[in-house]
């Protein structure tokens, strides 16, 4: 898949790291103002998704290759429940906000809420980095004119 | 009101996944009603000149608790929003694989070819 | 009656969008229908006082579109041969006529819109979150305390989910489609 004109990549260039900034704004300011894991991850995934569409796959897979997609999706997940059984662990109740309990924070701040901030980062690098492996694969399949006239899909190598 | 309006767009995307023979727009009826069904939901929970769940600084609890809208139809319907994306990956997904195996996004025709 | 009037004009627009999502022959004008009735959801959950769906929609949205349009661009649709079942259409129109009726029936026991349940239930959880939620989790924002703190099984639940979801959408897509060399079978 390739990329696209040069206007495109240039602007792409300059607006990829706003776009990064604000999903991980969303996701950190998550208690204080609507937002959340969810909707940050998604963001996240929308600026790699551009930088795909803007300077072709490979070139974003040397940035980030699938099996490291793999790896923090799968850390993504197994960190949300860690912190559900350290809850568990320690409070007796599994997922006991245990560190607002024992270390309240001052409110209104940047850490006043325990684990909930721990918890929207992990949720936010599941839904970002599932929807990015989910993309590059889309757009692997693409469409050539067979022999006899009909149009058949076929996939390219598979990398790694 | 409100609701019968909400209720017609839920019967549209209903008739839509009923009766249409091209499986994308089977998907669209799907998606359609998905979105339906969190408006309802997002409805149920309104208050009039309501404010939304979020504590301001300085503000009394108690002029808060008589004002704002109900939150627990609003943390429902992220969740619902989020899975309603992951299934339609997975129906776009099949339709892709469909596409490459019978040439053709007909559901009447891939039921006569049966691979 | 501003704010329902508003929703008024916005939910007849959806309809409008949804009707020709369902009716033209075009795939990729049914898709961009499709696009216009999401962000018209999310302008009403901006009415709704649920600024965190908004931005939940408008996100999920955009990659829903981008996902669909790649499905079926470039695919030509072959138009469906002839024969139109015109007794199955006619009993699916009796059957979504007859439901819509059934449900504007039953939605005269629900309160009038405007009023919540919470309002009339005074020990409802919903006051309890909203009461205590800050003193207790420390967040400011209600929705996500209750999304991580209160009911965080829920949330553990809809992780399993999407997991799952992707993984089965990476397994069908997967794997060798017709190979270059020939048509095997």
Known sequence: MTGMT??????????????????????????????????????????????????GKEFTLKRLSSRAAHHLDSS?????????????????????????NRYPGAKFT??????ILISNIAIGLKVAASLFLIFVILSVLRIVLAEDGSQKMIQEEEEE | MV?????????????CALTKKNIVKIVIGLTIMEYAVNLFLVLLGYRKDGVAPIVEEGAGPLEFLARSVDPLPQALVVTSIVIGLGVTTLAIALCIRLYEKYGTFDISEIRRLKG | ?????????????????????????????????????????????????????AIVQIAVEVVLLIFLIRATIGRDVIPTKGHI?????LIVC???VGFFAFGCYAFRSLNEFGTPIISAVGNAPSNKYLADGLKETGSANIVTSILLDYRAYDTLGEATVLFAAILGALAVL????????GKDK
């Open chain 2, 3 to 15: 609701y019968a309006l909400c209720f017609a767009l839920f019967v549209i995307g209903l008739y």
């Open chain 3, 174 to 181: 997967r794997g060798r489609a017709w190979s270059k060399r």
């Open chain 3, 85 to 89: 079942h015109w007794a199955g259409l």
């Open chain 3, 94 to 96: 009796l059957l979504t």
């Open chain 1, 76 to 100: 993504g997940a197994l960190l949300f429940l860690v912190v559900a059984l350290f809850g568990l662990g320690s409070g007796g109740i599994f997922f006991a906000n245990v560190l607002q």
């Open chain 1, 6 to 55: 040069v206007i495109v990549k240039t602007v792409t260039r300059w607006v990829k790291v706003f776009i990064f900034l604000y999903g991980i704004y969303i996701i950190i300011t998550g208690h204080l103002a609507p937002g959340g894991g969810f909707a940050g991850g998604v963001i996240i995934a929308c600026s790699y998704m551009l930088l795909t569409l803007a300077y």
């Open chain 3, 1 to 53: 009656m501003g704010i329902e009037l508003y929703l008024i004009i916005l939910l007849v627009f959806l309809i409008i969008g949804a009707l020709i999502a369902v009716e033209t022959k075009n795939l990729l004008s049914s898709v961009i229908s499709l696009g216009a009735i999401g962000f018209g959801l999310s302008i009403a959950f901006l009415f709704l006082r649920a600024p965190d769906l």
């Open chain 1, 110 to 115: 940047l850490l006043s809420s325990g684990t």
